[in-house]
């Protein structure tokens, strides 16, 4: 099964609301990253959280990790139409290189 | 200026064909990478190498075989193509193994086994 596992699987909003996604794992991690794909284009970084940090800002997203739960949340605030996108957890074991979970496809509504 | 470039964009084949797909990047990475998405989105790690050697040889059949003659390119042949081959291939870079720095992707090669 997938390391890395996102929640919900799909999210629809309107726009201006807040997104929360989830992302759950199993093993110990180096660091967790959160990227975004949009439609038929390529996955791209957002934000990189390592194993000892609690919470991490870039503009309107904030990142929480909970080592104790083996989970993270990404939260985009003030959601525009340009948000929609699937956004997907990675997690990087010791030595080893990422695992991706399958995504959460988010749709904000104009 | 695209960082790490693919190509082609779109390869539309026939069952049993060989293909190639070529990748660069821009950024001065020594790591770099292949990966597959499925129709359900779902990315597996395919190859990795750093530096031109292999380090990550996921379960991959022997019909595929990467090749990288130097940091900036990494290209993947594949051999006999089959219908399960039909997915979008990414490639990626970061400086360094090991999943401590961020991965920049390509924009993908959509291939479709007819």
């Known amino acids: 099964s997938q390391q890395g596992e996102e929640d919900p699987q799909a999210l629809s909003i309107q726009e201006g609301e807040n997104a929360t996604m989830n992302c759950s794992y199993k093993?110990?991690?180096?660091?967790l990253q959160w990227y975004r794909q949009n439609s038929g284009r390529g996955l791209v970084h957002l934000i990189l959280?390592?194993?000892?940090?609690r919470e991490k800002h870039s503009g309107r997203l904030r990142v929480t990790l909970d080592t104790s739960k083996k989970s993270s949340s990404l939260l985009i605030t003030a959601s525009r139409a340009a948000d929609t996108a699937s956004y997907f957890c990675?997690?990087?074991?010791?030595?080893?290189?990422?695992?991706f979970g399958p995504g959460t496809r988010l749709s904000v509504l104009p | 200026d695209t960082a790490v470039s693919q190509t082609p964009k779109y390869l539309v084949t026939q069952m049993g064909n060989d293909k190639s797909i070529k990748c660069e990047q821009n950024?001065?990475?020594?790591?770099m990478y292949w990966y597959k998405q499925d129709s359900k989105k779902f990315l597996k790690i395919m190859f990795s190498?750093?530096?031109?050697?292999?380090?990550i040889n996921e379960t991959v059949p022997n019909r595929f075989s990467p090749k990288s003659p130097d940091k900036a390119h990494l290209n993947l042949h594949i051999n006999s193509l089959e219908l399960g081959d039909s997915a979008v291939y990414f490639c990626?870079?970061?400086?360094?193994?090991?999943?401590?720095?961020?991965?920049?992707f390509g924009d993908g090669t959509r291939l479709s086994i007819l």
């Open positions: 990626a870079s970061s400086q360094g193994s090991g999943g401590n720095q961020p991965q920049h």
């Open positions: 093993t110990s991690i180096n660091n």
């Open positions: 959280i390592r194993s000892n940090e």
């Open positions: 990675a997690t990087a074991l010791r030595g080893q290189n990422f695992v």
């Open positions: 950024l001065g990475h020594d790591t």
């Open positions: 190498y750093n530096n031109k050697e292999l380090i």
